[in-house]
């Protein structure tokens, strides 16, 4: 069955530091594939999405790459700031199916200024 | 345009006790869904809507039931509350590929 794998956290960088969290994906279909962003005390929010291989997601300063070959869409941003401390989720969803979501056990990013 | 909304935001409930928790979208989508969230687990399906009158199950619907009142409403009930749903509850609406999540139910079970 589909499923995503994320790196396990927390996560903790400096002021500008680079970012990646990875994440890679097991899926039967044709999967979109998301991140979302968990704000301490809030729902989950969509930060960027890509829905074909190759495709690049992009918002607020952070990417991630469809990469088919490797089943992986790792999420990146060049110089991370203290706002940006929260829970990133991967998910995909089947593009055949868009009634069914999978989303990775998250990953904890801290920054510290 | 409030998005997804959600009602309780707390709840405190004894062992056995029952209760509903409210969820309502403004955006006109058909599809509805309640996750639960655990430490370290992420998000576990409990239930969904695919569009007003159906409702299917999840990774984990022991203990729930749900109800599409109409094309805005979707709900959550336990009917006899255990520890182990202890949790952070979310609801979800999706048009197309996107979800769109609500602020949570904190619900704690003693």
């Known amino acids: 069955g589909d499923s995503v794998t994320q790196m396990e956290g927390p996560v903790t960088l400096s002021e500008e530091a680079f970012l990646t969290i990875n994440c890679t994906y097991t899926?039967?279909?044709?999967?979109?594939l998301f991140w979302y962003v968990q704000y301490p005390g809030e729902g989950l929010q969509l930060l960027l999405k890509?829905?074909?291989?190759?495709d690049k997601g992009s918002n607020k300063g952070f990417e991630a790459t469809y990469r088919k070959e490797t089943t992986s869409f790792h999420l990146e941003k060049g110089s991370v700031q203290v706002s940006d401390s929260a829970v990133y989720f991967c998910?995909?969803?089947?593009?055949?199916?868009?009634?069914?979501?999978?989303f990775g056990s998250g990953t904890k990013l801290n920054v510290k200024p | 345009n409030a998005g997804v909304t959600q009602t309780p935001k707390f709840q405190v409930l004894k062992t056995g006790q029952s209760m509903t928790l409210q969820c309502a979208q403004d955006?006109?989508?058909?599809?509805m869904y309640w996750y639960r969230q655990d430490p370290g687990m992420g998000l576990r399906l409990i239930y969904y809507?695919?569009?007003?009158?159906?409702?299917d199950k999840g990774e984990v619907p022991n203990g729930y039931n749900v109800s599409r009142l109409n094309k805005r409403e979707f709900s959550l009930r336990l009917e006899s509350a255990a520890p182990s749903q202890t949790s952070v509850y979310f609801c979800?609406?999706?048009?197309?590929?996107?979800?769109?999540f609500g602020p949570g139910t904190r619900l704690t079970v003693l």
């Open positions: 890509a829905t074909k291989a190759d």
């Open positions: 979800a609406s999706t048009v197309t590929d996107t979800q769109y």
């Open positions: 998910a995909l969803s089947d593009r055949g199916n868009f009634n069914k979501f999978y």
């Open positions: 955006m006109n989508h058909n599809s």
């Open positions: 809507s695919a569009s007003e009158g159906t409702t």
């Open positions: 899926a039967t279909g044709y999967p979109s």
